[in-house]
């Protein structure tokens, strides 16, 4: 029951705006996004709860829509520091709590 | 604070060898995730714990693979007569948690550096 993340991949010049999706065929109670770069360890960068509010870290906020068990990841005016794999995970109830279940993620590029 | 610590980073072993990797969590972490990671996809869930206590152990895994984490602290992952489809980046996480549900809050994991596993 792992996540859907779409697209596979954007490439972006410096300062043009992406959206990353995130889909999920369970009720979900929390989405996260991180992002990882090539040979590092996945960073945090935010989390939703169920309510619909929409978190901001920098120039890139997020939306979870729980009633479609999506959310969704902004990025504005990209910055060539904002390359990478972006990854959602997901966290359910009952049997799905508890942990993180990670969709296979989005490589972001931005070129000058 | 010296964030997640995992050892040895990198491991090279023969097929049918044992390994165990460790990762030491941020000290006032209860829960301690592992995770698999290969090349082009997310991190595959293992299992965690809660202070010492294994609460969960995926269904994909295989009776070869076995943690603890002795004294609610450091944990290790071992795996037994690896195989060659057991290469694969070894993801450690952990957070802190209350419980499960609404009123646990949020789960926010910090990862550790992995430790990369090549079986020859």
């Known amino acids: 029951q792992q996540p859907v993340q779409s697209p596979q991949a954007v490439i972006l010049r410096e300062g043009e705006d992406a959206v990353i999706n995130c889909s999920s065929s369970?009720?979900?109670?929390?989405v996260h996004w991180y992002r990882q770069k090539h040979g590092e360890a996945p960073v945090f960068l935010m989390i939703?709860?169920?309510?619909?509010e929409q978190m901001r870290h920098e120039k890139i906020s997020a939306s979870f829509n729980e009633k479609k068990q999506q959310s969704s990841l902004y990025l504005t005016a990209s910055q060539l520091s904002y390359s990478g794999t972006y990854f959602c995970?997901?966290?359910?109830?009952?049997?799905?709590?508890?942990?993180?279940?990670f969709g296979d993620g989005t490589t972001l590029t931005v070129k000058p | 604070d010296t964030g997640v610590s995992q050892n040895p980073r990198h491991k090279i072993t023969k097929r049918g060898q044992n390994v165990t990797f460790r990762c030491d969590p941020i000290?006032?972490?209860?829960?301690l995730y592992w995770y698999r990671q290969t090349l082009g996809q997310g991190p595959e869930f293992l299992t965690y714990?809660?202070?010492?206590?294994?609460?969960?152990k995926s269904r994909l895994l295989s009776d070869r693979f076995s943690a603890e984490r002795p004294k609610g602290s450091f944990s290790t992952l071992e795996i037994q007569r690896t195989e060659q489809g057991d290469s694969a980046m070894y993801l450690c996480?952990?957070?802190?948690?209350?419980?499960?549900?609404?009123?646990?809050?949020?789960?926010?994991?910090?990862f550790g550096a992995g430790s990369r596993l090549t079986v020859l």
């Open positions: 996480a952990s957070s802190t948690r209350r419980g499960t549900g609404e009123s646990s809050g949020a789960n926010v994991l910090t």
């Open positions: 369970k009720a979900l109670y929390s």
């Open positions: 939703l709860l169920k309510g619909g």
């Open positions: 995970g997901t966290e359910g109830y009952n049997t799905n709590a508890g942990k993180s279940t």
């Open positions: 000290s006032e972490h209860n829960r």
């Open positions: 714990f809660q202070n010492e206590a294994q609460l969960e």
